[in-house]
């Protein structure tokens, strides 16, 4: 079985930011991470890919953590 690798909250930002996901304000991304399970935010990304699994151009950590309120 394979073992998800923990990821600090810095490394979770600089992934998403690889992603092509937009963070305005890092401090708050920060906070609400450590606050929120990434995962379960992570299943909201579904209407921000294109046809062939790429981010949409402009997407932000703000609007996909919005959907999940």
């Known amino acids: 079985m394979l073992e998800k690798k923990f990821f600090s909250t810095e490394e979770l930002i600089k992934n998403i930011r690889k992603k092509g996901i937009i963070i305005y304000d890092e401090i708050e991304v920060s906070n ?11 299943g909201y990304k579904t209407l921000f890919l294109d046809d062939e699994k790429n981010y949409k151009p402009n997407t932000n950590f703000m609007d996909i953590y919005k959907l999940s309120q």
Do not use: A, R, T
């Not at 609400?32 to 992570?42: Q, R």
């Open 32 to 42: 609400i991470l450590k606050n929120e399970n990434y995962y379960v935010l992570s």
